[in-house]
């Protein structure tokens, strides 16, 4: 269990503090909560199940587990799909799934087509892109103790090198 000021990823919302654990009474169900807000809007305010199946709270991930996850780009972990629906739907599932490998393969993909190819990206890619670029590359630039911009560079020097660092 985390602890009042611990710092979090939860669901979309990317790092979270924790400011309260309390227990709620919601629908004559006595649970013990998470009060989070996101680093990036503090005014939000957002409870979850201590024990929630579905959205979980995750821990940060450390410096070395940081640096190994910048391997994972440009290895081509994923196969690119060439229909749109389909790779959209897939790439989302991967990304729900939480695991950061999957996750940090998915935006290698698109990142790595954005790069080296002349086409215009579907809206659908670009959305997806700009998700995990904004929530994996926060975390993994306060676990680094770098800034967002210079994860994206190191992430873009391996996809244009076509081999990991």
């Known amino acids: 269990m985390f602890e009042i000021g611990d710092v979090v990823i939860y669901a979309e919302h990317g790092l979270c503090r924790i400011d309260d654990i309390c227990e709620k009474d919601l629908f004559g169900e006595k649970r013990l909560y998470y009060v989070i807000h996101p680093l990036s809007e503090t005014s939000l305010k957002i409870s979850t199940p201590v024990d929630a199946k579905k959205k979980k709270v995750m821990r940060t991930m450390d410096r070395s587990e940081a640096e190994e ?8 972990d994923i196969e690119w799909i ?10 989302h599932n991967l990304v729900q799934t939480g695991e950061r490998e999957k996750i940090a393969a998915v935006a ?12 215009k990206m579907y809206d659908q890619d ?4 700009n998700t995990v670029q904004s929530l994996l590359f926060r975390e993994m630039a306060m676990s680094l103790g770098t800034t967002v911009d210079d994860v994206a560079e190191q992430v873009e020097e391996q996809l244009l090198a076509g081999v990991p660092q």
């Not at 996850?69 to 081509?76: C, P, T």
């Not at 670009?126 to 892109?129: A, D, F, G, P, V």
């Open 82 to 91: 060439d229909d749109a629906k389909q790779r959209a739907r897939t790439y």
């Open 69 to 76: 996850l910048l391997e994972v780009f440009g290895r081509g």
């Open 126 to 129: 670009r959305k997806i892109l």
């Open 108 to 119: 290698g993909a698109l990142m790595d087509k954005k790069l080296n190819t002349d086409q």
